[in-house]
C-alpha cells in the first residue's frame, strides 16, 4: 500500500485516537516539548474507560493529567524522571520511579518495559512519507519501533529537525493532524548567583572543547560568558536557545570535534521558537536517538569533552546525589552519569557539578553527610570539579582530606564553620601531625 494510501486511512480525531487504549496497557510518552499534550489531555477525559493503564513518561513539561488526585484507579506513573508535575505522585505512592540511565531508556523500551502503545508528536510527512520526531528523538523512535500502536500527532508547527530523527509514515498507526504549539521552555533568567557559577565554569572551559549542557539558568550563564571562546563543539543530550547564539556569533563550530565534525549533536531540545525555526530543516543539527548520543563510549570520541550538570548535595568526599532527597525523588539523573563517564573516558575530559550552594529554602548543597536515604549518583572517583558562586574545589586526585578542605572553601558561608567542625573531627589529629 502506498504511505499516502496508509496515512489517510488512518486518521482519527484525539477522542478516536485514545479508544485505542485499552486496560492494562503500558503507554510510552513523548518526551519533553515533544511530549503530545492535546493526546494526553484526551486521555485523560477519557479516564472512566481505562483501570491501571501504566503511563512510562521522563521528562513531563505539560500538566501530566494522569498524575492528578483522584486519577489512581485508571492511571499509574511510572516516572523516568520525577519533575515539577510528577513529583508529588511519585512521594505520595500515586506513582513508581524507575531508576534509569538515559542511554539504557531505549534498551529497556525493548526488554522490561516494552510499551504497549506509544504516543508521540512527528512533524508531517515529506513527499517519501518521512516523519521528524522534531524535538523529541531521544528514545521516542524506539518507542516508535517496538509499541503495539503507535498514536502520533502529526503538527505543522513540530520542527523538521535532521540527522536520525524520521519515522515513516506507515509505522504510525493511529493519525491526529493537530496544529497546536509545541512546548516551550522559555529562557531562563540566570541572577547573580547563577551569573557568578557560570563564570567560574567558563574559566574551565577551553577553546577547542566539546561541551554537554543541561537546562536552565546555569547553563545559560555559562554559555554568556563563552563569547570569547573559539570553535566549540556541542554533543548534548539536549540544547536550549543559549547554544543559537554561539553558533551564530560563530563560537561554536563543532570544527574540533571528531563525531560528526561540524555539526551540533543532541537527542532532544527544549527552548524557545526561536530554537525550533533555527534547527528546523537545517543540516548544521543532528538529532539521534539516546542510546547512541548518550552513550559513554560514544562520547568519548570527542576529545576535550565537558560534561556540566548540577545536583541536590554533595559530601564532603565528593560523592553527589542528583535527584533525591532522602527518600523523596527530587528528579532522576537524566543523562548525568552517561556523560560524566563519558567526559571521563574522553582524552582531556573533565566533568563539572555546579550548583548554587544553597537550595530552596537555605539549606546547604554542600553537606557532611548525604541524608539517609538519598541516591548516590556520582561516586567521590567520578567528579572532577564542584562549582559554587564561591568558586572552584578541584577534586581530581585530592586526598579525602584536601577534597574536604575544598568542598568547604566553595560552600555557603553559614555553614563553613558547622563543615569545619566536621572537618576537624575527621582529620584533625592527622592536620596536628603535619602541622597545619
Ligand atoms: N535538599 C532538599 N531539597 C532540595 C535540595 C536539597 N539539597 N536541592 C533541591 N531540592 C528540592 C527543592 O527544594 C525543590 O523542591 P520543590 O520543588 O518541592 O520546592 C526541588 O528539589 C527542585 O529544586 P530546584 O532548585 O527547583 O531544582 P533545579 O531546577 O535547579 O534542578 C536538580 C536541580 C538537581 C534537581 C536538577 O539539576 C537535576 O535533576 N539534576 C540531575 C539530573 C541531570 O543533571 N541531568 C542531566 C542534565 S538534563
Known amino acids: 500500500m502506498d504511505w499516502r494510501t496508509h496515512y489517510n486511512s488512518r486518521l482519527a480525531t484525539p477522542e478516536e485516537a485514545v479508544g485505542h487504549i485499552k486496560s492494562g496497557d503500558r503507554v510510552i510518552v513523548g518526551h519533553a516539548c515533544g511530549e503530545p499534550g492535546a493526546l494526553l489531555d484526551a486521555m485523560a477525559a477519557n479516564a472512566a474507560a481505562y483501570r491501571h493503564v501504566e503511563i512510562v513518561h521522563m521528562v513531563s513539561m505539560g500538566t501530566s493529567p494522569y498524575c492528578a488526585e483522584g486519577m489512581e484507579e485508571h492511571f499509574t506513573h511510572n516516572s523516568l524522571f520525577a519533575g515539577a508535575t510528577t513529583r508529588k505522585a511519585v512521594n505520595e505512592g500515586r506513582g513508581d520511579f524507575t531508576p534509569a540511565f538515559f542511554y539504557k531508556i531505549p534498551e529497556l523500551l525493548r526488554t522490561s518495559l516494552r510499551p504497549d502503545v506509544a504516543m508521540v508528536q512527528v512533524s508531517p510527512p515529506d513527499e517519501h512519507g518521512c516523519c521528524s520526531l522534531g524535538v523529541s528523538v531521544d528514545y521516542g523512535k524506539t518507542a516508535v519501533q517496538v509499541a503495539t500502536t503507535v498514536i502520533a500527532q502529526v503538527n505543522r508547527n513540530m520542527p523538521r529537525t535532521l540527522g536520525e530523527s524520521m519515522v515513516h509514515a506507515t509505522d504510525l498507526d493511529v493519525i491526529v493532524e493537530l496544529d497546536t504549539p509545541v ?18 565554569c567558563a ?63 543532541a537527542s532532544f531540545l527544549m527552548g524557545t521558537r526561536r530554537l525550533y525555526d533555527f534547527v528546523d530543516d537545517n543540516p548544521l543539527v543532528y538529532l539521534a536517538g539516546v542510546e547512541w548520543v548518550n552513550h559513554p ?27 533525591s532527597a532522602g527518600l523523596r525523588q527530587i528528579s532522576g539523573i537524566g543523562g548525568q552519569a552517561d556523560f560524566v563517564r563519558g567526559a571521563s573516558y574522553s582524552k582531556g575530559g573533565r566533568s563539572i557539578m555546579a550548583f548554587p550552594s544553597l537550595a530552596k529554602g537555605g539549606v546547604s548543597k554542600i553537606v557532611a553527610f548525604a541524608d539517609a536515604g538519598s541516591a548516590v549518583s556520582q561516586t567521590r572517583e567520578d567528579v572532577d570539579y564542584v562549582v559554587t558562586e564561591h568558586g572552584v574545589a578541584a577534586l581530581a586526585g585530592q586526598t579525602l582530606r584536601e577534597r ?15 563543615l569545619q567542625e566536621e572537618y576537624e573531627r575527621r582529620f584533625g589529629s592527622l592536620d596536628a601531625i603535619l602541622g597545619r
Not at 185 to 200: C, D, H, Q, S, W
Not at 231 to 258: C, P, Q, R, W
Open 203 to 265: 574559566g574551565l572551559i577551553q577553546d577547542g572543547d566539546t561541551l554537554q549542557l543541561g537546562i536552565g539558568a546555569i547553563p545559560d550563564a555559562v554559555l554568556h560568558f563563552l563569547g570569547g571562546k573559539k570553535d566549540l563543539g556541542i554533543h548534548s543530550e539536549m540544547f536550549s536557545d543559549g547554544v543559537v547564539e554561539l553558533i551564530e556569533a560563530g563560537v561554536v563550530t563543532n570544527a574540533k570535534k571528531k563525531v560528526h565534525p561540524g555539526l551540533c549533536v
Open 404 to 418: 574536604a578542605r575544598r568542598l568547604i572553601a566553595v560552600a555557603h558561608p553559614d555553614v563553613r564553620e558547622g
Open 183 to 200: 512546548i516551550e521552555l522559555p529562557k531562563a533568567a540566570p541572577g547573580e548567583v547563577e551569573m557568578r557559577i557560570g563564570e567560574n
Open 297 to 323: 563510549l560514544v562520547i568519548s570520541q570527542n576529545d576535550n569533552v565537558v560534561a556540566i550538570n548540577s545536583c541536590v548535595q554533595v559530601d564532603l568526599q565528593g560523592q553527589v546525589v542528583s535527584s
